[in-house]
């Protein structure tokens, strides 16, 4: 499984970015699948998620209202659409799938322990 994340960029405070993940050797549509970030000198974060088996999206309180999960299983393909960006999302967004059998609990969505495959990050910089 390789997942290839791409899209990020230098933007100003307010401005809107697209991420993408694509994956190729597995798919999409049927797993757990999340984005994450890590700012320097900061633990990774959970920031947007799909959970197997349902149909709800979640999402971190510090992008709730600003950020979009959405997936093209045509394309295998992951967004994460982020709009009203801050300073404070600047980081290094990953994406990252479960392809273990059993699904993950709503409370382990944000645990990066609970996804098994990552891709390699995209720099997303916010200047004020």
């Known amino acids: 499984v390789q997942l290839q994340a791409s899209g990020g960029g230098l933007v100003q405070a307010g401005d809107s970015l697209r991420l993408s993940c694509a994956a190729t050797g597995h798919t999409f549509s049927t797993n757990t699948v999340g984005w994450f970030r890590q700012a320097p000198g900061k633990e990774r974060e959970f920031v947007a998620g799909?959970?197997?088996?349902?149909?709800?999206?979640y999402y971190a309180d510090s992008v709730k209202g600003r950020f979009t999960i959405s997936r093209d299983n045509a394309e295998n393909t992951v967004y994460l659409q982020m709009n009203s960006l801050k300073p404070e999302d600047t980081a290094v967004y990953y994406c990252a799938v479960r392809v273990r059998q059993t699904g993950v609990i709503l409370s382990q969505i944000g645990n990066p322990d609970s996804y098994d495959y990552w891709g390699q990050g995209t720099l997303v910089t916010v200047s004020s």
């Open positions: 799909f959970r197997r088996g349902y149909s709800n999206t």
